[in-house]
C-alpha cells in the first residue's frame, strides 16, 4: 500500500512538471556539459622488442559546448587526460586542453544526433618523462612468472594534437544523452617514443609511435537550459506507470 502511495506522489509530481513543460518544446538548446572514458590505442611504427607492441590505454575528458544559434555547428573546447601504453610496461601520460568545433548532420528533433569535427589539443605535461621496471614472462614447466630482465625508458610526447572527430549523441530525454565517439589523434611537434635499456647486459630496445592513436569512448551529455518537454514528461508517466503498477 505504502509503495502504490509513493508511485501516485511520482505520477502526481511528473504529472505537474508535464503541464509546466507544454510550453517549453520549442526552447533550443543553448549550451551542454559532457564527460565521456575510453580505450586509446597508439600506432607503433617501430618496435624492436619482444612481445606485443602496443598495450590499450585509456582517456578521459570533461568538456563545454555552445552551439551556434540557428545553426547546426557548435564550439567545444575542455580538458582530456590520456595514457598512452608502450610495450613493454610502459605508458605516457598526457594532459590535454582542447578547442574545436562540430557539426550536426540532423535537425535537432532528432533523437539520434550524429556528428563530425575537428579538435586541437595543447600537452600541458612534461615532455620528456623516464623511469624503470621489469619484465617477466611464463615459464610453463614451472607454471609460474619469471623474472626476465630490469630496464630503463625515457619518453617524448608531441606537444600539439589534432584529431579528427566522428560520433553520435544518443538521446532518452530532450536534456540528456549518451554519447559514443571515435578520434583519430594526430601527434605534432613531437612524436611518442620510448628507449629502453635493459640491463641484464641483453642489449637496448625500442619502441616508437609517430603520435598517432585511435580513441573510442562513451560518456554522458546534458544540454542547458536544463528542460522537460511534454514529450519526456509523457515517457516518464509511462514509465513510472509500468515500473510501479506492472502495467504495459
Known sequence: MKTKRVGWLLIFLSYVGVVLAQNLDDQERRWAISGSWGGNWPIVTKNTLSGKAVSAGHIHTLMLEYYIPYTRFSLKGGYTDEEIGLNPGISASMSNLEIGGRYYFLPQRFAIQPYGGLSTGWNLSPRR????????????????????????????????????????????????????????????????SGEIEKTNSRGTGFVRSNGMR???????????????????????????????????
Open 214 to 248: 585511435q580513441t573510442v569512448s562513451v560518456g554522458v551529455k546534458v544540454n542547458f537550459p536544463f528542460t522537460i518537454t511534454q514529450t519526456d514528461g509523457n515517457s516518464i508517466l509511462q514509465w513510472l506507470d509500468e515500473v510501479i503498477f506492472g502495467k504495459e
Open 129 to 192: 618523462q623516464e623511469g624503470m621496471g621489469s619484465s617477466s614472462y611464463y615459464d610453463p614447466s614451472r607454471q609460474e612468472f619469471r623474472k626476465d630482465y630490469d630496464y630503463r625508458y625515457r619518453i617524448k610526447e608531441p606537444l600539439f594534437t589534432v584529431s579528427p572527430v566522428v560520433g553520435a549523441d544518443v538521446y532518452f530525454l530532450s536534456c540528456l544523452a549518451l554519447t559514443l565517439e571515435y578520434n583519430f589523434r594526430m601527434g605534432i611537434a613531437g612524436k611518442i
